[in-house]
Nanobody
Framework: QVQLVESGGGLVQPGGSLRLSCAASGSIFSIDIMGWYRQAPGKERELVARISSGGMTGYASSVKGRFTISRDNAKNTVYLQMNSLKREDTAVYYC????????????????WGQGTLVTVSS
């Protein structure tokens, strides 16, 4: 019923920037928390940043000051601006959202995107 589609990943040199986007579509009644997670090779998936519907944000300590999460509620879209990228930021980045659907707004669904690869390398 609800899909998340990420875009914006790619190859970037250390110190460079990338902007990820994630658009939600489907029978959406409302979206609560939206966030970005990442999974590096051989590691567990970890939270990168998240944002509430009201704009409150939280970041992993490893990205604080370098990454900025934002959202456009009218477009059901969340963004992740990544600056001063480091090799250790290389990972598949996943979008995540807590969604209530039109057919049953009382039900809270956790939805994941398919992931987009970010590679930081010279």
């Amino acid at each position: 019923q609800v899909q998340l589609v990420e875009s914006g990943g790619g190859l970037v040199q250390p110190g460079g920037s990338l902007r990820l986007s994630c658009a939600a579509s489907g029978s959406i009644f409302s979206i609560d928390i939206m966030g970005w997670y990442r999974q590096a090779p051989g590691k567990e998936r970890e939270l990168v940043a998240r944002i509430s519907s009201g704009g409150m944000t939280g970041y992993a300590s490893s990205v604080k000051g370098r990454f900025t999460i934002s959202r456009d509620n009218a477009k059901n879209t969340v963004y992740l601006q990544m600056n001063s990228l480091k090799r250790e930021d290389t990972a598949v980045y996943y979008c995540n959202a807590g969604v209530r659907v039109v057919t049953d707004p009382r039900r809270y669904l956790e939805v994941w995107g398919q992931g987009t690869l970010v590679t930081v390398s010279s």
